[in-house]
C-alpha cells in the first residue's frame, strides 16, 4: 500500500544487538536531496527502515509532500524545504544528491533553472561535503549519453549531446555536474560516488510525470489514447525503482577507490510500440493507439552495460519489466481512485 499511514513494518530493529555479541552499526546522518521525489521517497524509506538519521532537502517543484508524509513519524526524519541552488550548511556523514527534474517536460519548462540545479546545486553540495567530510553520491543520467552510436553504452563511452538543444539543460547540466564531481575528488580530497541512471518507474511517480511508464499507464487506464511519439520504434531499458535504490545503496557503501561512473539500469531493452502494447494488455485497457510528433532530440535507442555495477558490486536488476509495470498499475489505479484534489498532495 503505496499512501500506508503506518511505518511499524519498516521500522528499525529494536535497539539492542540482538544478543549476539556483535556491535550495532554507528548510524549515519544521511542527506537525501530531491527526498520528496519519485526516486528520493523511496531511498529515504530504505534509509529509514535500516536505522539511519535522515534529512531530506526538496524545493517540492516535482516532488509530492504525500511521498514523505508518513515518513514523517520517524524521529530521525527530518524535512528542509530549500531549493539547492542556494547553499545550505548541514553535517552530514553522507549526501545522495538527487535534485533535479527529471521528466522532459518538467525539466523543459524551465531550462534555466535546470541547469543551475545540476552545476550550482551540485557546486554547493560538494562545498558541503568538503567542509564536512562527507561522502557524497551523484544522480546522473544515461541521457549523458546523449544519442548513442555505441550501443549498448558503457561508461567509457563519452557520448552524443548537442549543447544547445531542448534537451540540453539537462543532458549537458548533468555533464557539468559529473566534471565537478570528479574535480572535487582529484583537486580537494571529496569522496565521490556518480551513478547513471537509465529510465527507472514504479510507484510514486506523478500521474502527471509527462515520461512515457507513467503517461501510457495512466492513458490505459483513464481509457484515454495511449501517445506513442514518433513510429514508436525507439528503444529504451526500464528498471523497477526497488532494484535502482538497492543499487545506490550498495554503490555508496562500496569501497572509495569506486568512484564511478557507474551505470545503473536493466538491460532488457524494448521498442516504445511494445511497452504500449504491453500496459494495454495488462491494465486490459481498451485504450488506442494515437501518433504524435517524435520530439527534437529524442534518443534512438538506449540500453545500459551493466558489467562495471555486477562485476564490482555484485548488483544486477530482478525484477522484469512484466512483474515491475504490474505493480505500477496497482499504485496508479489505487491513485486514480482518491478524489481529484488530493491526487497531487
Ligand atoms: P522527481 O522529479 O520525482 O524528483 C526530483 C526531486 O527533486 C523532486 O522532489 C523535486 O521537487 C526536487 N528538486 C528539483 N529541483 C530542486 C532544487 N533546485 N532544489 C531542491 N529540490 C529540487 O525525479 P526522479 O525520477 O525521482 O529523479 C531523481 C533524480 O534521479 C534526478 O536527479 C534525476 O535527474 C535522476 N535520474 C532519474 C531517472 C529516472 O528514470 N527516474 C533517470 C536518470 C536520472
Ligand atoms: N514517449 C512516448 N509517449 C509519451 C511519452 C514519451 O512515446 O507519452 C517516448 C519518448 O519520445 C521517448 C521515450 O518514450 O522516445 C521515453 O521517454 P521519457 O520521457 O520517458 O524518457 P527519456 O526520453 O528521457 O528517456
Redesign the pocket.
Known amino acids: 500500500n503505496y499512501f500506508r499511514n503506518d511505518a511499524s513494518s519498516i521500522l528499525p530493529a529494536k535497539k539492542d544487538n540482538g544478543g549476539s555479541g556483535r556491535p550495532r552499526k554507528r548510524q549515519k546522518k544521511i542527506l537525501v536531496?530531491?527526498?520528496?521525489?519519485?526516486?528520493?521517497s523511496h531511498l529515504c524509506e530504505l534509509l529509514l527502515g535500516t536505522g539511519h538519521e535522515v534529512v531530506c532537502?526538496?524545493?517540492?517543484?516535482?516532488?509530492l509532500r504525500r511521498n514523505i508524509a508518513w515518513l514523517k513519524r520517524f524521529d530521525s526524519f527530518r524535512v528542509i524545504s530549500?531549493?539547492?541552488?542556494e547553499p545550505i550548511d548541514l553535517e552530514v556523514d553522507e549526501i545522495y544528491?538527487?535534485?533535479?527534474?527529471?521528466?522532459p517536460p518538467?525539466y523543459q519548462a524551465d531550462p534555466i533553472?535546470t541547469t543551475k540545479?545540476c552545476v550550482i546545486?551540485s557546486l554547493n553540495l560538494l562545498e558541503l561535503a568538503a567542509r564536512h567530510r562527507a561522502r557524497i553520491l551523484q544522480?546522473?543520467?544515461?541521457?549523458v549519453y546523449g544519442d548513442p552510436h555505441v550501443h549498448p553504452q558503457v561508461e567509457s563511452y563519452w557520448g552524443n549531446v548537442n549543447p544547445f538543444g531542448p534537451r540540453s539543460c539537462?543532458d549537458e547540466g548533468?555533464r557539468c555536474a559529473e566534471t565537478l564531481f570528479f574535480d572535487f575528488h582529484k583537486a580537494r580530497g571529496v569522496e565521490i560516488k556518480v551513478v547513471r541512471?537509465?529510465?527507472?518507474?514504479g510507484p510514486r511517480?506523478?500521474p502527471d510525470?509527462g515520461?512515457v511508464v507513467s503517461n501510457f499507464i495512466v492513458q490505459a487506464l483513464r481509457g484515454e489514447d495511449i501517445t506513442v511519439y514518433g513510429d514508436g520504434s525507439q528503444t529504451r531499458s526500464f528498471c523497477f525503482v526497488d532494484d535502482l535504490i538497492d543499487g545506490f545503496v550498495r554503490v555508496m557503501a562500496s569501497p572509495s577507490s569506486l568512484t564511478g561512473p557507474v551505470n545503473l539500469g536493466n538491460p532488457g531493452e524494448f521498442t516504445i510500440g511494445e511497452l504500449a502494447e504491453q500496459v494495454i494488455q495488462l491494465t486490459g485497457s481498451r485504450s488506442r493507439i494515437v501518433r504524435q510528433p517524435l520530439p527534437a532530440d529524442d534518443p534512438r535507442q538506449r540500453r545500459p552495460d551493466i558489467s562495471r555495477a555486477t562485476s564490482e558490486l555484485g548488483w544486477r536488476p530482478t525484477v522484469d519489466l512484466t512483474e515491475g509495470l504490474a505493480q505500477t498499475i496497482r499504485y496508479f489505479d489505487e491513485l486514480l481512485s482518491l478524489p481529484k484534489r488530493q491526487v497531487l498532495e
Open positions: 536531496t530531491g527526498g520528496a521525489g519519485f526516486l528520493g532537502v526538496d524545493n517540492f517543484s516535482t516532488g530549500h531549493d539547492i541552488v544528491n538527487l535534485a533535479c527534474p527529471a521528466s518538467h533553472q540545479t546545486g544522480a546522473s543520467t544515461s541521457e539537462y548533468k541512471i537509465f529510465n527507472t518507474y511517480m506523478r510525470d515520461r
